[in-house]
């Protein structure tokens, strides 16, 4: 029903950027929530950012202060935007979107996962 499309993902170096988009498309009424996520090898999914759909945005220690998140309501996207990176940032990321079908029906969505590799 609903596809996310990611992208952006790749090889940096220490202290270096990145930023990741991610495209919702199928049948949605409205989105609700959006975030990011990421799993590294050997650990649990971990929220990264998260951004309400009235803009108010959260981010865990790790990351506070580096990445960004944003979104397009018209376009159905999320961005986000990681600056000044370190190796522990390695891991495949994953966007998430909750949406409406309609009034009364929601659903949740996943991307495929995009690999950012930070190396020192």
């Known amino acids: 029903q609903v596809q996310l499309v990611e992208s952006g993902g790749g090889l940096v170096q220490a202290g270096g950027s990145l930023r990741l988009s991610c495209a919702a498309s199928?049948?949605?009424?409205?989105?609700?929530?959006m975030a990011w996520y990421r799993q590294a090898p050997g650990k649990q999914r971990e929220l990264v950012a998260h951004i309400t759909s009235g803009g108010s945005t959260n981010y865990p220690d790790s990351v506070k202060g580096r990445f960004g998140i944003s979104r397009d309501n018209a376009k159905n996207t999320v961005s986000l935007q990681m600056n000044s990176l370190k190796p522990e940032d390695t891991a495949v990321y994953y966007c998430?979107?909750?949406?409406?079908?309609?009034?009364?029906?929601?659903?949740?969505?996943w991307g495929q996962g995009t690999q950012v590799t930070v190396s020192s």
């Open positions: 998430n979107v909750k949406y409406y079908i309609n009034h009364y029906n929601n659903g949740d969505a």
């Open positions: 199928g049948s949605i009424f409205s989105i609700n929530a």
